[in-house]
């Protein structure tokens, strides 16, 4: 194929491959509220933009990822409330709700452009490095099933469009082993990977593992060749420097300080660890088993068996050119394995992207095997298109058939993998349809359920802001009516993780977005008395009797 012909091809499967990855990412946007985090970071990134000496969020991530998220706040001109409490006392989660729910700017627009822009910006980058990759691998084919794989691959959908720090770290950790996979390697090749590099250094902490990681895979890629050439000194040197100046312009070089004391303060909160829920198993320090377990069940299967027969062809005839697909993603989640956060799938984002490299390579391999061959990989690609498609739009909560499909990943992990609190929108459409009944809300998140005009009572939420309910009063519930977010009914956050496992022999009326369980109590004695005294456990005891709760 002529030059012309092979751009117009990888031109055509790049924009046809990045236009279907914004629709569906565009439909999880409009069915998802924001989620846990995303206002801190949203007003992090603002106040960047607006001039703040620090971000609001520096001591938990470095400011670029933010800030480019927030970008199209600059054109819509929200209020910054500097002078407000919250502010002053770096309140985040206070701060983000103020910024986000009391602003000239509707809470959607705010959140959902921003979310926009970080889809088709990160998709873009992240998009045409992976096709690029794919084909200088495997060619024309492997190109073809690249753009296939990125373009329905439901984790790097939902998380690049999300207003967090995650899409900006795998984005940058990939682009930076991408530019070194070339060969040869020139000046503008180091300096590029020095630039993305150092980007990411300012936009995770994690990504501190990108510098050694460098080194090892420039000092093995020696190695390997055995030609005996120096170590290149110069390259690297441009590399490092490029590096410190975007992380420097990064905090517009106000010297490194704010990044030292982020990195320090992450680190030490890293390292007590979080409440981690594992298929029913409960921990403060994670297992070794959490993270490949996660990537099991949150991975399309055709993805993962593609992925893993390119792993083997490699190791058993290894290149140079597919050791910088292979190491930088093997040593992130061997470098996961130490963290004792395990919270979610979103912390091993970044081996995603080499993960749909080898993906697209071992599905091009088969496919010139002959006719039969072709027949698997065909099949295998509806599979995976199929499941994709039946999960739209709620790709946060996107779960593999080993797991049950998404219905059944409550099951096996929690929080940000399934239930960020993104769900209200779906619970809010349900009611809706139902006569708006009041409910009794336990909501995992921070956004505010009465913006969707949810009426409830709030009971064992998990927020760092305060949901007192919108004051609904008791004597008008005619339904006792029972909404819960999938980590509080796995009880991650709770003393007593078996809080809510009485629930677990009910049958839901309704699961809002595979997130939100809606029970209908009204008729059952024992789960009303159950709920009557965790009402009463909680001080709600006049609730309980209002509600008309036996709780004993």
Not at 21 to 36: E, H, K, M, N, Q
Not at 231 to 251: D, E, K, N, T, V
Not at 255 to 261: C, D, F, I, R
Not at 467 to 479: S, T, Y
């Amino acid at each position: 194929m002529d030059k012309t012909r092979g751009r117009a091809l990888f031109a055509g499967v790049f924009i046809a491959a990045w236009a279907v990855f914004v629709a569906l990412g565009a439909g999880f946007i409009r069915s998802a509220a924001p989620t846990y985090d995303e206002p801190v970071h949203l007003a992090s990134g603002n106040s960047v933009w607006a001039g703040a000496r620090e971000s609001l969020n520096y001591r938990n991530h470095p400011p670029f990822g933010e800030a480019w998220d927030a970008l199209p706040l600059v054109f819509l001109k929200p209020l910054t409330f500097f002078s407000s409490p919250d502010w002053m006392a770096r309140r985040l989660y206070h701060y983000g709700d103020l910024f986000l729910y009391k602003n000239i700017v509707p809470a959607n627009k705010l959140m959902n452009d921003a979310r926009l822009w970080s889809l088709a910006s990160w998709g873009a980058l992240l998009g045409f490095a992976i096709l690029e990759w794919s084909l200088r691998l495997g060619g024309t084919e492997a190109l073809v099933f690249a753009g296939l794989f990125f373009a329905l691959c439901p984790p790097l959908i939902s998380n690049a469009a999300l207003v967090t720090t995650d899409a900006p770290a795998a984005a940058f950790y990939f682009l930076t082993f991408w530019i070194l996979s070339f060969s040869p390697r020139r000046l503008r090749h180091w300096i590029l990977a020095g630039a993305c590099a150092g980007f990411g250094l300012a936009s995770k902490f994690s990504l501190m593992v990108v510098p050694p990681l460098v080194l090892i895979g420039i000092l093995t890629e020696m190695r390997l060749r055995k030609n005996g050439k120096k170590i290149p000194l110069a390259g690297l040197a441009g590399m490092a420097a490029a590096a410190l100046f975007c992380l420097s312009a990064a905090y517009r070089f106000e010297g490194l300080g704010q990044y030292w004391a982020g990195l320090s303060a992450t680190f030490s909160r890293l390292n007590r660890g979080r409440p981690t829920f594992l298929l029913g198993a409960y921990s403060m320090t994670g297992w070794w088993l959490y993270f490949p377990a996660a990537l099991l069940v949150k991975t399309p299967i055709p993805e993962l068996l593609f992925g893993a027969l390119a792993a083997a062809l490699w190791f058993r005839r290894p290149s140079l050119d597919r050791f910088w697909v292979l190491m930088p993603a093997i040593a992130y989640l061997c470098a996961a394995e130490f963290s004792k956060t395990q919270i979610g799938c979103r912390y091993v984002l970044p081996p995603y992207p080499f993960l749909l490299v080898a993906a697209a390579w071992g599905a091009a391999w088969l496919w010139r095997r002959g006719r039969g061959f072709r027949a698997i990989v065909a099949g295998l690609c509806a599979w995976f298109a199929f499941g994709t498609a039946r999960a739209y739009p709620y790709y946060l909560s996107y779960f593999n058939e080993v797991a049950g499909g998404s219905a059944g990943g409550y099951r096996w992990l929690a929080d940000s993998n399934l239930d960020w609190g993104q769900a209200l929108p779906a619970l809010a459409a349900y009611l809706r349809a139902n006569g708006n009944p009041p409910i009794i809300l336990s909501y995992f998140g921070s956004a505010d359920p009465a913006y969707y005009g949810i009426r409830y009572i709030a009971l064992g939420t998990i927020t760092n802001v305060e949901r007192a309910g919108d004051g609904v009063r008791p004597f008008r519930m005619k339904r006792l009516l029972f909404a819960i977010s999938a980590t509080n009914l796995d009880g991650v956050y709770y003393q007593d993780h078996q809080t809510f496992s009485w629930l677990e022999r009910r049958k839901p009326i309704f699961v809002a977005g595979h997130a939100i369980f809606v029970y209908d109590l009204s008729g059952d004695a024992g789960a009303r008395a159950r709920l009557g005294r965790i009402l009463s456990d909680n001080g709600d005891r006049r609730l309980a009797e209002a509600l008309g709760l036996t709780h004993g």
